[in-house]
């Protein structure tokens, strides 16, 4: 995805994807975001979730012996949602 923006841009990666310093080179900004939510906000988002007012986009659904490599296609840029690993 990086490959894609022309200096000056900013990408953002909430998986820990981005490599700020080699972006910089590239003038390019990265940022790689994190929070910790407290269990308030994460029964908020169940709550919103269970009536439908909150939406999570799916890439594909893998078995835990498939999460490394899913895990590596996320961080590439190739994931359009969310993994979901299933037992």
Do not use: F, Q, W, Y
């Not at 269970?50 to 799916?58: D, F, N, P, S």
Request: proline share 8%.
């Amino acid at each position: 995805m990086a490959g894609r923006l022309r200096p000056g841009a900013t990408l953002v990666s909430t998986n820990h994807a981005t490599d700020p310093e080699a972006l910089a080179a590239r003038g390019i900004h990265g940022v790689n975001l994190s929070n910790s939510p407290t269990a308030e906000t994460l029964t908020t988002l169940a709550e919103l979730a269970a009536i439908g007012e909150l939406r999570v986009r799916v890439d594909t659904e893998v078995p835990l012996a498939d999460a490394p490599a899913i895990v590596a296609k996320g961080r590439a840029g190739h994931a359009t949602g969310k993994p979901v690993i299933v037992p």
